[in-house]
């Protein structure tokens, strides 16, 4: 079956440290997608891909960074880790309509 | 004013109670609608489109109010394993993601 998982689902880092967080989806999805979900503010988009080289920027993308260099991930990377970006990270991926589909996330704290 | 708003809730309710969530947008603009629900600390999944016309999905009933500019959720009946946390997501030129509203049903 296909799917879309993540990985690590739990990492603790310290401040300054750069972090990646990955992604990987077997659904063959053209469009990719990552967003931090804090309370009070619900899912909110960091950056997005529509192919293979293909990144923007989303709602909240300062800090944060992708590449895409395959179909299959999307890689998000935390240059240099702060306190604010202690979060749950959740990647997603579609097709040609909009539902999406998450992986079951990344909880990251920065100490 | 959020461009998309949702009552937090909680919205305590006994089994077999129906009950209904608003979500409130800004644009007018706005093309497609979506309900997904999350379950406490897991990923959120699609439950229903929602349609101009109305739609149902057993207990589930969506629909949408283009001149006051909400989409609502009926859940008739409701079941323990309803209780969950339920986005409302719009679609303008992206897609925006409500802060959801916490459903917990009780016996």
């Known amino acids: 079956d296909a799917e879309i998982t993540q990985s690590p689902r739990h990492k603790i880092t310290e401040t300054g440290r750069q972090v990646t967080l990955a992604c990987h989806q077997t659904?063959?999805?053209?469009?990719m997608f990552w967003y931090r979900q804090d309370l009070g503010h619900g899912l909110r988009l960091i950056h997005y891909s529509y192919g293979v080289q293909d990144t923007n920027k989303g709602e909240v993308s300062d800090g944060y960074s992708v590449s895409r260099s395959n179909t299959e991930d999307l890689p998000l990377t935390l240059e240099s880790a702060a306190s604010s970006q202690t979060s749950v990270y959740f990647c997603?991926?579609?097709?040609?309509?909009?539902?999406?589909?998450f992986g079951p996330g990344t909880r990251l704290t920065v100490t | 004013r959020k461009e998309v708003e949702q009552d937090p809730g909680p919205f305590n309710v006994p089994e077999g109670a129906t009950v209904a969530f608003n979500c409130t947008y800004s644009?007018?603009?706005?093309?497609?609608f979506f309900w997904y629900r999350q379950d406490c600390r897991k990923e959120p999944k699609l439950l229903m489109s929602?349609?101009?016309s109305g739609n149902e999905d057993g207990r589930f009933t969506a629909q949408l109010n283009r001149a006051s500019q909400y989409i609502s959720l009926l859940i008739r009946d409701s079941k323990l394993s309803d209780s969950a946390t339920y986005l409302c997501v719009v679609i303008t030129d992206k897609l925006i993601f409500g802060t959801g509203t916490r459903l917990q049903v009780f016996p």
């Open positions: 929602v349609y101009s």
């Open positions: 644009n007018s603009a706005s093309q497609s």
């Open positions: 659904w063959n999805h053209n469009n």
């Open positions: 997603a991926s579609s097709g040609d309509g909009y539902e999406q589909y």
